[in-house]
Structures are given as C-alpha cells and as structure tokens.
C-alpha cells in the first residue's frame, strides 16, 4: 500500500462496544459478567481484531453514567487507559480514543494522547467528541449542555491548541548529549502562548514529540458543525448512513467540504458504521437478529427514546408510530444528527416504537445487516465500489461472537478480492490509513549540520 | 503480614524519576536517551523493583516541562498513562501515579483511576498533589498559582467528591441476571449530588467500584496544610526529612494530627524519602556521589535556585552562602515546605550555593545516604526502629543501576534480619501496605437474601 493513493483498498475499523452494540448482547451466554470492565474481555477482542489485520479498533465514550444500569453494561473503563493496555497486548492495530473537548483541558489531553502514541509505538487516534447531554454537563458543574454551535467553536480552539502543543518540540529536540551536558536543545523546544476565546495556554507539552507527530484525528458528528469540523481537521470520519444514497450524498460532501477548507480530499478517510449479524445461511442471520430483538426489555429502550426525542414517555405507544408533534432539529441541543436519524429512520419506514427500538437496538442507529459473509462482504464491496466509503466501521451485535466471524469469514472473502490487506505493512495507525505524519507547523525541519545545538528556527505561526 | 499490626515488618516504594533521581544521572553511559518516554526503560525499572519484593513504585508529576530542557529529561509520560503499561508487565507490585486536584476535574480523574485499578486488579494508588507554580498555571488559563491554602480547601473537596463517585456504586450493584434482563440492580447505583465550593458532581460514576475500592490515597506535602491534608485523606506519606530528629518528629506529628482528626494513626504508613548511593565500599560510593555532582552544569541550578528563593540570580554567589535577606515561609505561595527544607538545610550546614547545589542534585531536598549496602540497610534499620518511618520511599540516584542495587544488595539484608517480607501475601497495593479495603460510605454492605432486585438502601451521607 502506498500513502494516500490506493483507492483499491478499504480500511476496516473494529467498534468495540463492551459486550457488543446490540443492547441485549449482555443476555447471550457467552457474554461476561462485567464485560465494561473486564481486561480479559477487551484483550481478547483486540487480538481478533489485529488477526484480522484491521486498521484500527475504537472506544466510543461519554463522562457520565448511560441510562438505566439495569438495561445494558454501563460500567465502562476510561478510553485512553483502556487503550494503553490494549496496547501492551496487542503489536500492529491502530488504537482510537473518544475524549471530550468540552469536559478536558487542552493540555492534560494532549499530554495523554502524545503519552498512548509514546507508549504504543504511533498507533493511537483521538475520536474528537463534544458531548451532548445535560447529564453529562452536570458531572462537570453546569446545569445543561452548552449549546451546540459553542461546543463546535470551543472544539475547533481545542484541537488548535493541542496540536501546537504537539508541535511545541520539534522532532530533533532531543540531543542527549552527555558530554556536552545538554539534554535537548531549548531553541528546539517552544511555548506556544496561546490566548483564544476559550483557552490560555503557555506551553511547551513537558512530553516530546510522539511517534505520529500527533494522534490521529477521528470525528464522528454528522450535523452542520460536525461536517465543516471534520472538513478541517479529521483525518478518519466515522458515519452512521443507512441508505446508499445517503451515503454517497455524505461522502461527496465531506471531501467537496474538505476541498473547500483548502485540503486534500484524500486526506479524510470515510468509513461508514455497519452492524454485521452473520451466519451460515440468511434465515440463521435474521434468527439471530430477531432473538437479540426480542431479549431486549422494551421499558428501558422507550425511556430512553423518549429522552432523545424530548417528549414524554406516555407520548410514545409501543405499537403506534411516532407523534407528529416532535421537536425540529434545530431545537435539539444535543446530539441533533442522531435525533434527524432517528425520526427519518422511523417515518421512511412507518415504525411502530417497538419497531424502532428493535432497529436501535442494534446499533443505535447504524446500517444493521444480517446475512451470510458473502452477502456482508458484497454489501460491503458494493458501498466501496459506489462511492459512499474508503472503509467500513464493524460494529459487531455481539462480542466477542460477531468479531470473529467478521474476522474468520468476511475477511477472507474480501483478502480474495483483493479489497483488503493480507498482511500489516506498516507500523503506525496513520500508515495503515495510508494518511502522512504531520508536519510540525512550529519547527522547519532544519539540518544543523554538526548535530550540535545548532542555529536556530523556531517559524512561529 | 496481618494487616494493620505488623510493625516489624517495613514498607519500601522505588520512586522512578526517569533516568535517576540526581540531575546529572542522564550523563552516564547506562542512561537510556529518551529515558521519560522509554517504556522499556520503565519496564526493566517495575520488573526489578518487583523482583525486589517492593510494596508500590512511584511516579511524581507536575502539568508542566520543568525547568530548562537542556538540563536533564523533562519530557515524561503521563503517569496514569504510564502505570497502565506498567500494570500490564507486573503481577503483584502497587502501582502509584501523581495526579493533581488543581488542574483536574474530579469526575475524569476519578475514572481514570478507577479504571487503572481494574485493570491492574487492585494495584492502583493516587498521590494526591495541589501543584504549586505559576508556570503549571499558565498552562491553564491561569495567570498564577492559586494561594496555598485555596489549593488545599479545593483538594479536600475534590477528595471527597472523587471518593463519592467510587462509593457511587455499591459492590454488590452489577447482577447480570441474564434471565431477567437486569444488568446491575438500579438501587445500589447512585447519584451522589455535590454541590461545594468548588465543585458540582451529580455522578454516578459510569466505572463500577473497583477492586480496592478505591486507590491507595497517597500524600506528599509536609507544611501546615499538606499535615492536616494528610492527617485527614492520605493513607500513605512520602516526606522529605534530613535528620532523625526530624523525621521523629515529623512522623510523631501526623500520627497525633490523624488521631485529632478521629482516624487511627495506624492507618497512616509514614515513608521518608532516602537516596541510597551504593558502593562495594565507603569510599566506592561517596566516590560515584562526587562524580554525579561534578556532572552538574551550575549554570541550570542556580537559576532553578533563584526561582525557588524568589531571588534574582546575580544575587547568588556560587562560591557564597546563601544571602541573608530571603522570603519568610509566610511569603511563599509555592511549595512552601520544599522552601524551607532548603534554606534551612543551606544555614545548618553552612553550604555554599555550589554545595547546596551538589546536595539538592542528587534528590531535591531528600536525604542523601552514600556507603554499603550494610549501612544503607543499617540507617533505615535505625530510623525504622526509632520511630522516624514505617518504610522508605527509596529514591536511587541513577537507573537502572541505583534501583538494582538497592533491590539485589539491601534487600537481602533486611530480609535477613527479618524486617522485609520474603513473598508477597497480598494481591492488592493495600495488602501490601497492611491496610484495609475502604468501606463503602453510600451504601450499607447487604445481603439482599434472595440475591435479586433486593431490598434498596442508599444510607446517604
């Protein structure tokens, strides 16, 4: 694979959701009992994954505690944790965090990630999230969500900073010359003097530059704020698109965006969400499917819906379709791409509520797709082919079951057709996506020429 | 070991500073490059140290790069980041990382520390820090450190808001009753509602209790606030103490302080901090202790010096005492006992600013030992059994070299002598530091009979 050019291969992500994305996986026999705080659990999904020499796997994350803990597993380990000691059981496969602009400060997270790509060799990313929901903003002192033009505008300054601090040693600071007695060349490392509307920060980061410069940049939001932010700084987008055209539309609006934004529109990686439930024949996939449906408890599910659509619980019937009376996406505060999903989902389908849940409670939202692996690498090759992916994010029903089929079966069948690596070539996350190192936009690269403290540079921005 | 009544036995933590403890240890061929980020450096550190039987090893940090960086590494991991790897290539060692209350928010660092206790299963301890230093701030909006003693009320709050999180779920909360569909029992999950000075939490925590419970509550601060701190929170105290007298009468105040405060004073470890230089002879060891100190470049001392005294650096001679017009403790905002240890230390001793210099390369503040592994094991044998220490807080001047000889040399003869343990007897970092599992403070421990859905509880504080 050579960067940033083959457009024949597709990059897979695996979405590790503790015990799965369907919510009633925990009930299956072969799911662990704290399966969101089981290492064991996580390592030996990470190991599957990285068999089949998947780009990356992922965290999705929130900093509160996700409805009802009688429904699903909601004890979750902290990402970047999570992520360090996958790393140490895991040699190859890309690591992507979730951390939240809104509820971090910019220097303790990026001292985090720079610390995760240190310790795994360059394989970490950083899923860029804002976090919706008043339940989160009252961990962390506020009474609701800050409003969601203001949490894009506060994300766009966070990642503005983070990356300077990344910058802020340049890659040959570090000299160690002991019988010189100079650790690293001061003029090599900067402050970076940042002062913006929501951050001040002097800098330098007290960790030197990482292996891939930086983590790679993953957004996830679908809304206005959340393409034109993926259009500037992502590199991977996760998507969820359940129809072809929608995700055609989606893709060729990211890249005209990020082309717009004065970037190479190659530099974004798109991967759509899919929820593979695989078996031997198509009827056994649908049983399956329609088995996970029926374990769920619909009393859970409907609170919650009725949450995320901001009515009453009473407004909703279980075998009634939606009011008509539901708010506009403009008057959603929260995570508005998800809410446009979901009712259109819903309406285009004329679901009844017991429906829905049964199609969200798959993967909350996502494309779920149940036939053979055949059938899941021909919708796959068929997505690719259309135009509406450079990959696919797996997001498996059940774990670790759906994963190592995915692995074992839809792989191959992918290898076969010469739309997947057989083998790793390189080391870091970024080379897996084919994407470049940044550059560090506070240092020129300079030659010293007698490797010593040399002349100085410091091109500030 | 039974808990809590072994005074015979002592406690040792390895205090791993990067490449060593002595400022100029970086020089020595054994130093690794990029020793602060080099995770095989700190692998081999953690395998010796557990190898050695030791009860914890130790990460200090500050959110900032400290000092120049051509001095010695400044570049270091993040240390919650830091541990997790290290977890992963121990079994049995506790595991300690520094965190700071100032520039945290106690539900993220609650996680992570959570979180780092699952999955070093029970091996996580928190030293718990308020950070002093305009430099840190800066790095977070702020203009300046805020006052001592506003850091230490914010630290109490954020101490007690964190341990409500980790009592937010009782331990018997997760069910996973796969039949009837509950996954944790909803009554023994809670919100925990602070509304304080400085902080707002609704909580839950989203990690379930861990397997300490908590971790290990660790202490570093030696004035009038970081004793009554300690005497409140910590359950174990690093400390900073040159002379026997002093460390008796160090360890005899907190002891009465966590009595006045209504806690058991022996549920406090008390470990000072030594610097062993080790040598096949006396004069071996004092030989490689002046070796370290003619590797120091003075230049980089007397400006951190100046700093520390508040003075300007012309006022320091090198070759004169320290002048006599310097700030009162009173006037110092920073780390005021690190202050005075020093100009204290300078005016017994009568030390030049170069000897001064000598003296804080090697450990900042903390006693120097240089001799045998006989007399090292001799004067921790002697403070231990005068009542100045439970254990030390062991700080080799240069790694791997220091920490491999203390482990392989001293070890052994307080084994010998019956003052060490011979195995570990304990899984978790509280075991080994004969301390018990903190009760939960929300939730009455139940047995709910029927082992379902149970009676509900929540004995609010």
């Known amino acids: 694979m050579t960067r940033?050019?083959?457009?024949?291969?597709?990059?897979?992500?695996?979405?590790?959701?503790?015990?799965?994305?369907?919510?009633?996986?925990?009930?299956?026999?072969?799911?662990?009992?704290?399966?969101?705080?089981?290492?064991?659990?996580?390592?030996?999904?990470a190991r599957i994954a990285e068999r089949g020499l998947l780009d990356s796997l992922f965290l999705a994350d929130s900093p509160v505690l996700m409805g009802d803990p009688g429904r699903r597993p909601g004890s979750k380990l902290e990402p970047t944790v999570l992520l360090t000691a996958l790393a140490a059981v895991t040699r190859r496969i890309g690591l992507i965090a979730t951390a939240s602009t809104s509820y971090n400060e910019p220097y303790n997270l990026a001292r985090r990630f720079a610390s995760v790509d240190h310790v795994s060799g360059g394989r970490a990313g950083w899923n860029i999230v804002t976090?919706?929901?008043?339940?989160?903003?009252?961990?962390?002192?506020l009474d609701d969500t800050p409003l969601h033009h203001d949490r894009y505008l506060r994300a766009a300054e966070f990642v503005d900073v983070a990356t300077k601090l990344w910058d802020s040693w340049a890659d040959d600071a570090v000299l160690g010359d002991k019988d010189l007695g100079v650790h690293a060349r001061a003029e090599r490392v900067r402050r970076i003097d940042h002062k913006g509307a929501y951050f001040r920060v002097d800098g330098p980061l007290n960790v030197e530059r990482s292996p891939q410069g930086y983590p790679l940049l993953v957004q996830a939001g679908s809304s206005e704020d959340g393409r034109d932010f993926a259009a500037r700084y992502a590199e991977a987008v996760f998507t969820a698109?359940?129809?072809?055209?929608?995700?055609?539309?989606?893709?060729?609006?990211?890249?005209?965006?990020?082309?717009?934004?004065?970037?190479?529109?190659?530099?974004?990686?798109?991967?759509?969400?899919?929820?593979?439930?695989?078996?031997?024949?198509?009827?056994?996939?649908?049983?399956?499917?329609?088995?996970?449906?029926?374990?769920i408890r619909p009393e859970y599910a409907k609170l919650q819906l009725a949450r995320t659509l901001r009515v009453h619980p009473d407004a909703l019937g279980l075998d009634e379709e939606l009011p008509d009376d539901l708010p506009t996406e403009d008057e959603i505060e929260g995570a508005k791409s998800r809410y446009t999903l979901i009712v259109d989902l819903a309406r285009r389908e004329r679901l009844t509520v017991r429906r829905l849940i049964g199609r969200l409670g798959g993967g909350r939202g996502h494309r779920t797709f149940a036939g053979t692996a055949e059938q899941v690498a021909d919708t796959i090759q068929h997505w690719h082919e259309a135009g509406a992916a450079d990959g696919f994010n797996i997001m498996p029903a059940v774990l670790p079951s759906g994963l190592e089929l995915f692995v074992d079966r839809v792989v191959?069948?992918?290898?076969?057709?010469?739309?997947?690596?057989?083998?790793?070539?390189?080391?870091?996350?970024?080379?897996h996506y084919g994407l470049p190192?940044?550059?560090?936009?506070l240092f020129e690269p300079v030659d010293t020429g007698d490797g010593h403290l040399g002349i100085a540079l410091a091109g500030a921005r």
Chains 1, 2 share one sequence.
Do not use: C
Request: cysteine-free; overall charge negative.
């Open 4 to 45: 940033g050019t083959d457009r024949k291969h597709l990059h897979l992500n695996a979405f590790l959701m503790s015990v799965g994305h369907h919510e009633a996986a925990w009930r299956l026999p072969e799911s662990p009992a704290s399966g969101g705080t089981d290492l064991a659990h996580y390592t030996r999904l």
């Open 131 to 141: 976090t919706a929901g008043a339940d989160a903003a009252r961990n962390f002192g």
């Open 241 to 295: 698109q359940q129809t072809l055209d929608d995700g055609i539309a989606f893709y060729q609006d990211v890249k005209r965006r990020a082309a717009a934004a004065g970037r190479d529109p190659e530099g974004i990686r798109i991967l759509p969400g899919i929820v593979p439930v695989i078996g031997d024949t198509e009827a056994e996939a649908r049983a399956l499917d329609e088995e996970l449906d029926r374990l």
């Open 412 to 431: 191959p069948l992918l290898q076969e057709r010469d739309l997947f690596r057989t083998e790793y070539t390189g080391t870091t996350l970024r080379e």
């Open 437 to 441: 190192r940044p550059a560090n936009r």
